[in-house]
């Protein structure tokens, strides 16, 4: 606990300068590990300020919200006996990595709509030197190639936006860029 009415929260308020709350933070922080002196702290704070090209006054300004919440706090103890029993202690559960992503499972009218009216270079595949390697496949971002039968990759262009991530991705290169011509 900080101590009187001094918080990181209120010395960087009076600094005027809501960035200086990271300096107060990592002051907590170092204070709480126990492990850096306050000589330690300063230091680190000066050279990491004067890097950024601040003020003298605005550096002092900021060794001072250091000092005071490093002196505010004290270090904590774990005593075995205040540790919660294990039952009162929350494990959190798995859960698969899609439920906490942000991913489109369903496609939804994503097919209806024909992003490929906003190329204005259009990847062409030269088959003749293609190895069917894949790579353009995997590599394009609106999953608008497919592989046939024979693994050989097609382009489907009523939605290849003709970002050409394909053409740098492919070691052969035989995908080549050409002006669109198609009219939607
Ligand atoms: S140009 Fe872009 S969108 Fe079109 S097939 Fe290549 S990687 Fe996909
Ligand atoms: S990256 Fe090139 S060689 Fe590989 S499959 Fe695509 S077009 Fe063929």
Known sequence: MISGNTSAL????SLGKASALSVGLGAAAVRL???ITIEQLREAVQMELEELGLDAQVIEENLRLAE?????LENVTIQPEKVPPKELVHEMAYD???LGTPSIL????AEARQTGSWRVERPEINYEHCTRCGLCFVGC???AIALDEQGYPVIDYDHCKGCLICLEQCPRHSIVSKKEVRSW
């Open 10 to 13: 209120t010395i960087a308020e």
């Open 33 to 35: 590990s126990g492990l």
């Open 68 to 72: 005071e919440v490093y002196g505010g």
């Open 96 to 98: 698969h990595v899609l």
């Open 106 to 109: 369903a496609p939804g009218n």
């Open 141 to 143: 971002p609106d999953g």
